[in-house]
């Protein structure tokens, strides 16, 4: 497509790059010495180099023996917890909650969750990811965060039914007060943690919450097979069968891992009435040693979007959405038994479109085309690890790394140059978190926020 004679500059040229292309059936492909214009935060048009020469712009990248691809999403994370990473190792899902993650989190202040999520986007826009579903608390903090360092976002603030009827007003007025925010970059989902954790009461009035306020609804569900087995044994029904009972299937759901989604679950998924997707984080699966990962095939065969994830860096350690669409890719041909299964470009698939239309965003993210989002993020294939390319899908879901993400931009705004974090400092938020780690990592008050009995 030809960019526009406009009189204004361009915002951004980025020239002589191989670029991540969509057909119109969504089929990956690569465009080379291509050229992006950017216009008022949006992709105006992907070109040739050639046709750009003469174009004037306000900012202008050489990105040779670079590929732009769409911004990556970690569809589920709680970005504040980079400042757990490392606490609770190698512990049993029921004792890392009640144990360690629980009693800490009931120290939580706004200004740790601030500290938390400046670091966390650091290490995101570090990685290439620039759009994440976080599900936490203090989300304001979060929001402030996000606003100011250029990310995009959906957020919501996590409850439990333990904590009254205030819990589900403060994630109501959360979604409401931010919907929007940003300039638009920050989209909001009411929060309940999860069926264990809120009774079917309040599942059934936040599934009449989202409908009334027309916003979507992000849980954890079916996280394990434990959690399958332990409903199924004192209420006689799946947690994706509470979900439907009490109409969260209804509104547009995002869901956490559903590693425990059954057979019994899929006629369900298959006939909700909102738009369905689950968000696969198989690092933090592996770690926790449970016995399966998210059926991705199932799945997709019944037209339910799976999006990449990494989950809080307490459970694994890492906020790399690059790791996760090599694992998935790995894990997913192991647990199917078919090397033929996922392929690079199905993986890359579920990176951008799948990802996107998991949170929300599928209109507007997701792909480089004219008329979206311009999220991109340059990635370098000069190194050894990346050479000789045969395969260039391949090249990129299993051989290069998030480190080889050069630039990162947002709504056309660059974020990161040649690795150079450009709207958060590092040392500066590493410093005051250390400083204040004594107080938050405390567990001798013997208190915790919920009780993990599933």
């Given at each position: 497509?030809?960019?526009?004679?406009?009189?204004?500059?361009?915002?951004?040229?980025?020239?002589?790059?191989?670029?991540?292309?969509?057909?119109?059936?969504?089929?990956?492909?690569?465009?080379?010495?291509?050229?992006?214009?950017?216009?008022?935060?949006?992709?105006?048009?992907?070109?040739?180099?050639?046709?750009?020469?003469?174009?004037?712009?306000?900012?202008?990248?050489?990105?040779?023996?670079?590929?732009?691809?769409?911004?990556?999403?970690?569809?589920?994370?709680?970005?504040?917890?980079?400042?757990?990473?490392?606490?609770?190792?190698?512990?049993?899902?029921?004792?890392?909650?009640?144990?360690?993650?629980?009693?800490?989190?009931?120290?939580?202040?706004?200004?740790?969750?601030?500290?938390?999520?400046?670091?966390?986007?650091?290490?995101?826009?570090?990685?290439?990811?620039?759009?994440?579903?976080?599900?936490?608390?203090?989300?304001?903090?979060?929001?402030?965060?996000?606003?100011?360092?250029?990310?995009?976002?959906?957020?919501?603030?996590?409850?439990?039914?333990?904590?009254?009827?205030?819990?589900?007003?403060?994630?109501?007025?959360?979604?409401?007060?931010?919907?929007?925010?940003?300039?638009?970059?920050?989209?909001?989902?009411?929060?309940?943690?999860?069926?264990?954790?809120?009774?079917?009461?309040?599942?059934?009035?936040?599934?009449?919450?989202?409908?009334?306020?027309?916003?979507?609804?992000?849980?954890?569900?079916?996280?394990?097979?434990?959690?399958?087995?332990?409903?199924?044994?004192?209420?006689?029904?799946?947690?994706?069968?509470?979900?439907?009972?009490?109409?969260?299937?209804?509104?547009?759901?995002?869901?956490?891992?559903?590693?425990?989604?059954?057979?019994?679950?899929?006629?369900?998924?298959?006939?909700?009435?909102?738009?369905?997707?689950?968000?696969?984080?198989?690092?933090?699966?592996?770690?926790?040693?449970?016995?399966?990962?998210?059926?991705?095939?199932?799945?997709?065969d019944i037209g339910v979007d799976v999006g990449l994830a990494t989950d809080g860096a307490?459970?694994?350690?890492?906020?790399?959405?690059?790791?996760?669409?090599?694992?998935?890719?790995?894990?997913?041909?192991?647990?199917?038994?078919?090397?033929?299964?996922?392929?690079?470009?199905?993986?890359?698939?579920?990176?951008?479109?799948?990802?996107?239309?998991?949170?929300?965003?599928?209109?507007?993210?997701?792909?480089?085309?004219?008329?979206?989002?311009?999220?991109?993020?340059?990635?370098?294939?000069?190194?050894?690890?990346?050479?000789?390319?045969?395969?260039?899908?391949?090249?990129?879901?299993?051989?290069?790394?998030?480190?080889?993400?050069?630039?990162?931009?947002?709504?056309?705004?660059?974020?990161?140059?040649?690795?150079?974090?450009?709207?958060?400092?590092?040392?500066?938020?590493?410093?005051?978190?250390?400083?204040?780690?004594?107080?938050?990592?405390?567990?001798?008050?013997?208190?915790?926020?919920?009780?993990?009995?599933?």
């Amino acid at each position: 497509m030809t960019p526009s004679a406009a009189d204004s500059p361009a915002e951004l040229i980025i020239s002589a790059c191989t670029v991540l292309v969509h057909d119109d059936q969504e089929r990956i492909g690569f465009q080379e010495d291509a050229a992006i214009v950017v216009r008022d935060g949006l992709v105006e048009a992907v070109t040739t180099t050639g046709a750009v020469a003469d174009l004037a712009a306000v900012e202008r990248l050489d990105a040779r023996g670079q590929v732009a691809l769409p911004g990556l999403i970690n569809c589920h994370t709680h970005a504040p917890m980079v400042a757990l990473r490392g606490l609770a190792e190698d512990l049993p899902t029921e004792e890392w909650f009640n144990d360690v993650v629980w009693p800490v989190e009931s120290n939580l202040t706004a200004e740790d969750v601030e500290l938390g999520a400046r670091l966390a986007c650091a290490e995101m826009i570090r990685a290439g990811v620039t759009c994440f579903a976080d599900h936490y608390f203090a989300m304001d903090a979060v929001a402030a965060v996000v606003a100011e360092c250029g990310m995009r976002a959906l957020l919501g603030e996590a409850y439990f039914s333990s904590q009254g009827p205030e819990g589900q007003e403060r994630s109501l007025e959360f979604a409401l007060r931010h919907r929007g925010f940003a300039e638009g970059r920050i989209t909001t989902a009411l929060a309940p943690h999860a069926p264990y954790t809120v009774d079917d009461t309040d599942l059934t009035a936040t599934a009449r919450l989202a409908r009334e306020h027309a916003l979507p609804v992000h849980l954890h569900a079916a996280e394990n097979r434990d959690q399958t087995d332990t409903s199924l044994g004192r209420h006689g029904v799946t947690p994706i069968q509470v979900l439907e009972r009490t109409g969260i299937l209804d509104t547009d759901v995002l869901l956490a891992h559903g590693t425990g989604i059954t057979d019994r679950d899929l006629p369900l998924l298959e006939r909700a009435g909102g738009r369905t997707a689950v968000a696969t984080a198989p690092r933090g699966y592996l770690k926790f040693a449970w016995p399966g990962t998210t059926p991705v095939r199932a799945l997709r065969d019944i037209g339910v979007d799976v999006g990449l994830a990494t989950d809080g860096a307490a459970s694994n350690n890492s906020l790399d959405v690059w790791e996760s669409m090599a694992l998935t890719s790995l894990i997913q041909k192991s647990s199917e038994g078919d090397p033929r299964w996922l392929t690079s470009r199905q993986a890359l698939h579920h990176a951008t479109l799948q990802s996107a239309r998991a949170v929300g965003l599928g209109d507007s993210i997701g792909s480089i085309a004219p008329g979206r989002r311009a999220d991109i993020v340059l990635v370098d294939l000069t190194g050894p690890h990346t050479q000789p390319v045969h395969d260039l899908a391949a090249t990129l879901v299993h051989s290069a790394r998030s480190a080889d993400v050069r630039t990162t931009v947002v709504d056309g705004r660059i974020l990161m140059r040649d690795r150079k974090l450009l709207t958060i400092d590092v040392p500066e938020v590493v410093g005051e978190l250390e400083r204040r780690l004594p107080a938050l990592v405390d567990r001798s008050h013997g208190r915790r926020i919920q009780e993990y009995d599933t």
